[in-house]
């Protein structure tokens, strides 16, 4: 018999460079009925990055139509863009009993708790350490060193919000982040 029970939003948050990215890569290949909410933002593409798949990249102008017409769960400016959870496809998932993860950040998850409470769950996905999380930016060579000191220290501050999440999963061993990661989804809800 299928189970009625309403889908639930798994959101995914990390300081940049915790490697919130590949978490959710592996967790969807280990739970492939997850859904994965795809995000609107203002930011330009990175290299290898592709339209409507890592994000739908639009201009702020049409970042705002959408934030007016209602269209959006969530919405936050983090490190000068714009983003936000596009409303209908999420509720559409949740509703015929798919799961989904959201890789939000901060102001986003109090946002989405307001607008789903319980069928929304808050996993903060935690680095190492500070030291990792540097090392993790400027691996992935994306950004200056001038962006890499505001992310740290907007990391600073999203980790005093790892508090107020229902988990916090260590992200030192990445098969074993995705596997505490996987478990807290499997749970029943
Ligand atoms: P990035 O530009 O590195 O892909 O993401 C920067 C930050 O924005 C990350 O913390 C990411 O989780 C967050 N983010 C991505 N999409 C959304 C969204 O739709 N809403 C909110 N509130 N944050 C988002």
Not at 96 to 117: E, F
Not at 157 to 180: G, H, S
Request: with cysteine.
């Amino acid at each position: 018999m299928r189970s009625r029970r309403p889908g639930r939003a798994f959101v995914l948050s990390s300081p940049s460079g915790g490697g919130k990215t590949t978490v959710v890569q592996r967790l969807r290949r280990a739970l492939p009925t997850l859904a994965r909410s795809v995000s609107v933002t203002t930011r330009a593409p990175r290299p290898g990055e592709r339209r409507g798949r890592e994000y739908r990249f639009v201009s702020p102008a049409a970042f705002h139509r959408l934030r007016r017409a209602g269209a959006l769960l969530e919405q936050a400016r983090v490190h000068d863009a714009w983003y936000g959870t596009p409303r209908r496809p999420l509720l559409q998932a949740l509703a015929r009993g798919r799961d989904a993860v959201l890789s939000i950040d901060v102001q986003g998850a109090r946002q989405v708790r307001r607008a789903l409470g319980t069928r929304a769950v808050l996993i903060f996905l935690v680095p190492p350490s500070m030291a990792s999380l540097r090392q993790r930016l400027v691996r992935r060579r994306t950004d200056s060193p001038a962006a890499i000191r505001r992310r740290l220290a907007q990391a600073r501050r999203e980790l005093a919000c790892a508090a107020w999440y229902d988990y916090r999963v260590v992200n030192d061993r990445l098969a074993r982040a995705v596997r505490d990661v996987a478990a807290i989804i499997q749970r029943k809800g």
